[in-house]
């Protein structure tokens, strides 16, 4: 059975940068793509970005400026940065896999969801 | 980007009942359609997708239907476990987009 466990920073202020961790058990790594979603209250959910085990990304453009994904084979562990945090960025971060080995794909296991404040 | 809208947004309904949620994109999503269950405090769980391909574990009072433009999730004899908020997602163009959810609530 997959599990993803995720993990990072929970209150950053404005300007930090937000990084967060997916660790993938119990499944395949290679050959998925690896997608970070957030869900705010106004904005609900909004894809962000994924990733394949080759390091290949898809960003989404409202992301595009600010986000950086990284995955590490070793540990079957991929990552997400994002920069220049507003208090928009307020929001609970999932990481989610792609059903299918390609992008174009649900997204069938989800992590927990790590909530990310950005105050001062 | 294409737009998902959900309708109705939220809905009061009795264990039992039947309940539709319809999905509207704003351009073709050719079957590329999934739809999830979120329960307060938890992640968003796959119950279909391509439209009406029922994920592993999810019951068959669950199903999906729809073509182009237009989709529906029904639930077939609502359950006390089934009150949640559903999600609809195309996954045809990205950036992928969700719809709003619709939130379905013990009458």
């Known amino acids: 059975q997959v599990q993803v466990e995720q993990w990072g920073a929970g209150l950053l202020k404005p300007a930090e940068t937000l990084s967060l961790t997916c660790a993938v058990t119990g499944g395949s790594f290679s050959g998925y793509w690896w997608t970070w979603i957030r869900q705010t209250p106004r904005q609900g959910l909004e894809w962000i970005g994924e990733i394949n085990h080759s390091g290949s990304t898809k960003y989404s453009p409202s992301f595009r400026s600010r986000v950086t994904m990284s995955v590490d084979t070793s540990k079957n562990q991929f990552s997400l940065n994002l920069t220049s945090l507003t208090a928009a960025d307020t929001a609970i971060y999932y990481c989610a896999r792609s059903k299918w080995q390609q992008p174009s794909s649900p997204k069938d296991y989800w992590g927990r969801g790590t909530l990310v404040t950005v105050s001062s | 980007d294409i737009q998902m809208t959900q309708s109705p947004s939220s809905l009061s309904a009795s264990v039992g009942d039947r309940v539709t949620i319809t999905c509207r994109a704003s351009q073709a999503v050719p079957n590329s359609l999934a739809w999830y269950q979120q329960q307060p405090g938890n992640a968003p769980k796959l119950l279909l997708f391509?439209?009406?391909r029922l994920e592993a574990g999810v019951p068959s009072r669950f199903s999906g239907s729809g073509s182009g433009t237009d989709y529906t999730l029904t639930i077939s004899g609502l359950q006390p476990e089934d009150f949640a908020t559903y999600y609809c997602?195309?996954?045809?163009?990205?950036?992928?987009?969700f719809g709003q959810g619709t939130k379905v609530e013990i009458k």
């Open positions: 391509s439209p009406s």
């Open positions: 997602q195309q996954y045809y163009s990205t950036p992928w987009t």
